[in-house]
């Protein structure tokens, strides 16, 4: 039979290598928050193109360069599920829904440069599993074990941002990233010859953060690539992409861009297709699909996202959903078994922005 030293090993290998960015990751790097914003929700989390904003300073600085003042603050809900599943078979759902993420950002031209600051939360750490441990499926169950995380990772930073030549522009940022996380594990056991444990463990950093990009615009043809550092808590990624304005489909700007998280090492895929569209004078529609190669029993990862925004003489409000779909193998509990684990998160962000100068 095996000891309960090895359901106790739970406490050291949670914090090892993380597969990605999704629920389970709560409980090591923390799970990304996909957007920051209305606009980069709806389009898929666009970090080198997209609307062009205050937000912008946490993802292609350099798209900041040709705005007025702006203030920006948005909020988001976010809710997470995992289905791990065997033989196609449903055994256990775990969920848990986010609400206090947030993100407020403003920018400023000053002669020739713009400078920003900002503060969001990028990470979430909040966790919530229930696992039925066995020996073996055939024998009596030994006990049911419990894991709870809650924390989250944010990043305050300041930027700027300049034109180079023509509709070339440049911009950086940098700050720090904050991360504070609580986690309790407890086993319940069910024999009487293996003693029932619990233990708790905390996780706090500070790290020093930066994300440059370069950012090329037009009336026609749009491009930009971005890049943001890596911490012990997030890792690096480089973004880059294309968008063109296309009149005859209704004055529709169709983009696509590539992200890559861990390049190098992991080297994670993801692709956008996102597309903005004039519904009035002052209100776009905003849409787009996504997808990563990360590929579990044949199910690649996917994405939907929806929303709008709506200009009101100086303010800009704006709403966006995205959902996503992802297979993964592995669970924050060992020796959990299953044919693979089915990831989804909706979230949605709304959000308001103050042009100053416009």
Known sequence: MKTFAFYSAIITILVAQASGFGFYDSTNKGTIIPGLSPST?????????????AVSLFYNPAQTAFLPADIQVSGSSIQWTERVIQT????????????DNGTAAVIYPAGPIVI????AKIGEFDYEGV??????????????????????????????????????????SAGVRMVN???????N?????IPDSSAYWSIEDKAFAWHAGLALGGEMFKSGISYSSETDYMDDIIAFGASAFAPHLKSTTVGFEAQITSPLDHNRFMGNLFFQMPLTENMNALTSVSFDDHRVANRAGLGFGLGFDLRLNRFVIGGGLLSRFKARKNTAFPGEQSDRVDDSSTMFTLGISCLLGS
Do not use: C
Request: charged content about 20%; glycine content about 10%.
């Open 88 to 99: 196609d078979i449903e055994k256990t759902v775990r969920t848990i829904m986010t609400n």
């Open 116 to 119: 920003g600051a900002g503060i």
């Open 41 to 53: 929700t709806a389009l898929g989390s666009v970090r080198a193109l997209g609307v062009a904003e």
């Open 181 to 187: 996380a609580d986690y309790h594990y407890e086993f």
């Open 131 to 172: 696992h039925t441990v066995y020996d073996d499926p055939d024998d009596p169950e030994l006990g049911v074990a419990v894991l709870w995380a809650d924390g989250s990772q944010w990043e305050a930073l300041a930027g700027v941002s300049s034109v180079i030549s023509g509709q070339l522009s440049a911009g950086f």
């Open 189 to 193: 056991s069910h024999q009487t010859l």
